[in-house]
């Protein structure tokens, strides 16, 4: 039992290990800032959000972004004065709520019908190759062993 | 031995990659339409390069505005820097109303790149980026034609040509205000 | 005759064998034809040798300025460094496609003389498939699609140098031909993938056959990715290792179906299952190394590798297209004759591990896939554009890492067919406390997140099994043949390569894993505008600005910040710089990086007074952890290198005569 009790509390341990790296906590402003700003794209780069790219534009995004955190607006605000200017091609990832949001659902998608043809290419666990002989069967055959010895004298 | 709907789906599925592959060879991953036109151009004040005042979209309300962006250090900005000359020479006596946004650099070097590309319409400067990112710039140069009902009609992204300046200016003339 | 006319001769006369080698490698599989067979050897040497020849006029030409050759005139220059002249070679489109058609055309008289002697008939259809493969490249490099010796009437005077991202750094010798090696030597196993299909043989010989082939491509393209991944850390001057630009994806697609690959092979070598499902990868992992260097080379995509579209383009599409219903069609045809020898077996076994884990392969692969095309689809489709860059994939793909990381440390200890609770006891427990150390781990140095803490409760998890296998396997050599430790454990690599060597892989994996997880949780940024000789501090470390200066070099000249590093135990000197090359508007940033086992120390030049050099903004990163991404990048180089090293061969024991025993009455 000794193994069991290692692999408990080990589990234990790592769940808690969990729960404090999540943190939930209220976000602070560069925290947001730098949550809203990863999501952006730069429009001068090749695909590098607002956040990592170094250039004159990026960083004025970065302090438009600041300005309005400071100012209180939300983070859909924030998004929604960008795409209004640039369109949603500055989102780096589509909004989910619209019809580019269904390439969200295809990794789910491909991944719970890959699953499901693999559970179904699997032997069921229950009909193991060679069963147990039941009690019935068993008496029998000890009968007959007992018969057959007796025939041989 | 696979199932039907196994080898269909395979087919569909190759069959849409291919497709978007083709397709995509008509578009110039370059173009960038997304933006601004069609809505009301964003309001802006700003202060003159030479520093004698501020000129706001209000103040130029009715008019038909060529809103040009423009930097130092952009090479294809003196490129179109020509065409914007014999545009603006042209149109100087009318309604239409130049202005150039000088973007990311220092006045200093803004009036410098002005006055020596014999640069005559008013510019100003964009110190902070915040004007250029409310009309979706991308980077300099880049033109926005704004009607005489303050809505973008149309934006070129890129050196601007003659012959384009004119057909923009030509059609927002002619649309008399609605 | 100059180089530009010695290579151009070569490559239409290795064009003229390579057709012919077609038709007589096919007539010899076709008939049985030992002679067709010879010429078609023949004719696989010699264009081996024509193809290299034409590579080496062209880093001839290239070393020596040429530029009555347009590819020269283009990418090189006189002031351009020797080095960087020679490697010009894979600097843009033309010479890359020669790169790759040399390696093919290497790899096709690989074939031709190791392989037919092997397997004959298989190996010989599949030495007609390569051969149609490089008539295809070679058509490419003797037309004006991407002919790189194509003239030029009125040669200038200099040419216009290799692009400013490509000679700022030594690593352009070594990602592109590792990249190049990886995704061209998929080659061969597709090709007898198709042969065995052509024939009809429902068997395994063609997985055999190619088996060390798959192990060293995926190897090569892994390294080559990890290179990559360094190259656009160390020059592109951004701060990262990783973009999910579309030329990065265009790499990992078909690297994570070899990987996939890899394994499912396993199963069908054991168990003879899985038989559809190993063809179809491999004609998927292929198919998607042309889809790549479609992306990369066609100009669809913006990309950091964009080049200007040329011809190109539709005629890989139309390579990509005939290989895909040649290759589809020919699976669907023979799928009947594809028999699996029953089911899997308990979903407790390593080969519903394995099953399990090629599913959430294609499923990172589809989505991948899905990301990188979306874009281009919607747009085709109604004219809106929009993006999916690294927030999408993160999302996706960590996810499924860390489910891989996962199965990667419970498939290796699982029997086939199926365990038993004592089983699962047994192997378990130690590596589940193992992985709640890591957790600790991870917490007490400072990582947040999720995703990260998993990564490192994981990561320990895999170690825990993987040192347990060694040390299982070092316990049962010193008890069957009485070996010391050492000597137990070295023969376990060298005897058990495959099996030990795939460990070694694993921990690699387990490296580049927190590599990740630690350099995105826990990077530091700051930005100071700093005066000569002010000082910027971040993370425990100070960084003077002694110097702004300008640097001439014959080939470009440079902006460069001379930044004393002290605090840490660190003291040297970093030198962000910005470069200006002629021809290039922008200034080209080159980071000053301090590389550390603990963290590195990464130094861009943002921005600096013109006027008198009196001022430099510095923006400076502190990215703990990344260098055990090159460190796992080796370990998983050299873990390969283990698995596919042949076993050292039996000494054979000789009996003299006398001692042979006498014959019993």
């Known amino acids: 039992m000794n193994g069991r009790v290692v692999i408990a509390l080990a589990l234990l341990a790592l769940a808690a290990a969990l729960v404090i790296a999540a943190r939930p906590h209220e976000p602070t402003a560069d925290e947001r800032i730098d949550r809203i700003t990863t999501e952006l794209r730069c429009p001068v780069c090749q695909g590098l959000s607002v956040k990592d790219s170094m250039s004159d534009t990026a960083r004025q995004m970065r302090d438009l972004v600041a300005e309005r955190v400071r100012e209180g607006r939300s983070d859909a605000e924030i998004q929604a004065e960008f795409r209004a200017a640039y369109g949603d091609w500055i989102l780096l990832s589509p909004p989910v709520a619209s019809w580019s949001g269904l390439v969200w659902l295809a990794p789910l998608a491909a991944l719970a019908a890959g699953l499901l043809f693999a559970m179904g290419r699997l032997r069921r666990a229950d009909a193991p190759a060679g069963a147990e002989p039941s009690a019935a069967q068993i008496a029998a055959l000890r009968d007959r062993v007992a018969r057959e010895e007796a025939a041989e004298g | ?178 | 005759m100059s180089a530009g006319d010695l290579g151009a001769a070569a490559l239409r006369a290795a064009l003229f064998l390579s057709l012919w080698g077609t038709g007589a490698a096919t007539y010899a599989a076709w008939r049985r034809d030992a002679r067709a067979l010879a010429s078609a050897r023949i004719a696989a040497g010699v264009g081996f040798g024509l193809v290299a020849v034409a590579a080496i006029a062209m880093m001839f030409a290239l070393a020596t300025h040429d530029f009555s050759i347009l590819y020269v005139a283009e990418n090189n220059a006189r002031e351009t460094p020797l080095f960087y002249s020679i490697i010009g070679l894979w600097a843009a489109l033309e010479g890359s496609i020669l790169l790759w058609t040399a390696i093919l055309a290497g790899a096709t008289a690989y074939v031709a003389f190791r392989g037919t002697a092997a397997i004959p008939r298989l190996a010989t259809t599949a030495l007609a498939v390569m051969f149609a493969m490089v008539t295809f490249f070679l058509l490419l490099v003797t037309t004006p699609a991407a002919d790189p010796f194509a003239r030029l009437a009125f040669p200038p005077d200099n040419g216009n140098g290799p692009n400013a991202l490509l000679q700022n750094h030594p690593l352009m010798a070594l990602h592109p031909p590792l990249l190049y090696l990886g995704y061209v030597l998929t080659s061969v196993p597709f090709a007898y993938a198709i042969a065995s299909l052509i024939l009809g043989e429902g068997g395994d010989r063609w997985l055999v056959a190619t088996r060390r082939f798959a192990l060293v491509s995926w190897a090569l393209l892994g390294v080559g990715i990890v290179a990559g991944a360094w190259w656009s850390y160390a020059v592109l001057g951004w701060g990262g290792y990783w973009a999910w630009d579309p030329v990065e994806n265009a790499a990992i697609m078909p690297w994570l179906t070899a990987t996939a690959y890899l394994h499912s092979v396993m199963v069908e070598e054991k168990r003879s299952l899985l038989r559809t499902w190993n063809l179809a990868l491999v004609i998927a992992t292929f198919s998607l190394t042309i889809l790549g260097t479609f992306l990369t080379r066609s100009g669809v995509v913006n990309s950091v590798h964009s080049f200007t579209q040329s011809a190109i383009g539709p005629l890989l599409l139309a390579y990509l297209v005939a290989i895909l219903v040649l290759s589809v069609g020919l699976l669907l045809w023979r799928s009947s004759r594809l028999r699996d020898a029953g089911p899997i077996g308990a979903p407790l076994s390593r080969e519903a591990i394995f099953l399990f884990q090629n599913v959430l392969f294609m499923a990172a692969t589809l989505t991948v896939l899905l990301g990188t095309l979306y874009p281009l689809f919607a747009e085709a489709i109604s004219g809106a554009q929009l993006s999916i860059g690294g927030p999408y994939f993160d999302r996706v793909e960590v996810p499924l890492a860390l489910a891989l990381l996962f199965l990667m440390g419970v498939g290796p200890q699982l029997p086939w067919h199926g365990a038993s609770r004592a089983t699962l006891e047994r192997q378990f427990t130690a590596p589940i406390a193992a992985s709640a150390i890591g957790a600790a781990a991870a917490i007490l140095t400072g990582i947040t997140g999720i995703a990260a803490v998993l990564a490192y409760a994981l990561g320990a998890f895999v170690t825990a099994t993987v040192v347990q296998e060694f040390a299982r396997g070092v316990r049962a050599r010193r008890a069957l043949h009485g070996e010391a430790v050492a000597a137990a454990f070295t023969n376990l690599l060298r005897r058990s390569g495959r099996r030990y060597g795939g460990y070694v892989v694993h921990l690699g994996i387990v490296l580049v894993a927190l590599a990740v997880a630690t350099s995105q949780a826990r990077t530091v940024d700051a930005e100071k505008t700093l005066a000569v000789g002010e000082t910027l501090e971040v993370a425990g470390y100070a960084l003077r600005l002694d110097a702004v200066r300008s640097v001439r070099e014959p080939q470009r000249d440079s902006v460069v910040a001379d930044l004393v590093v002290t605090g840490n135990g660190a003291d040297e000197l970093l030198r962000p710089a910005l470069v200006q090359y002629p021809n290039t508007a922008q200034a080209v940033g080159s980071p000053g990086i301090s590389a550390g086992l603990r963290d590195d120390l990464y130094t861009i030049l943002a921005a600096f007074d013109q006027r008198s050099f009196a001022w430099a903004t510095i923006h400076t990163r502190v990215i703990p952890g990344v260098s055990w991404l090159w460190l796992g990048g080796a370990v998983v180089g050299l873990g390969a290198i283990i698995a596919a090293l042949p076993a050292p061969r039996r000494r054979a024991v000789r009996l003299s005569v006398a001692e042979a025993p006498a014959p019993a009455k």
């Open chain 2, 1 to 178: 031995m696979l199932p039907r709907i196994v080898r269909a789906a395979v087919v569909v599925a190759l069959l849409g990659v291919v497709l978007t592959l083709a397709l995509a060879f008509r578009r110039d991953p370059h173009d960038i339409r997304t933006g601004t036109v069609g809505k009301p151009a964003p309001a802006f004040a700003l202060e003159r390069l030479d520093g004698s005042g501020k000129v706001s979209l209000a103040d130029l309300g009715g008019k038909v505005v060529i809103l040009n962006f423009f930097a130092s250090w952009c090479l294809p900005c003196t490129q179109e820097n020509p065409a914007l000359v014999r545009v603006y020479e042209r149109y100087r006596a009318s309604d239409v109303v130049m202005l150039g946004v000088n973007y990311q650099e220092s006045r200093d070097n803004g009036l410098a790149y002005v006055r020596r590309m014999g640069i005559g319409w008013t510019t100003v400067a964009d110190a902070d980026g915040r004007v250029a990112l409310s009309y979706g710039v991308f980077g300099p140069p880049e033109t926005f034609f704004i009607g005489r009902d303050g809505v973008i009609a149309g934006r070129h992204i890129g050196p601007i040509d003659e012959a384009t300046l004119i057909n923009g200016i030509e059609a927002l003339r002619g649309t008399a205000s609605k």
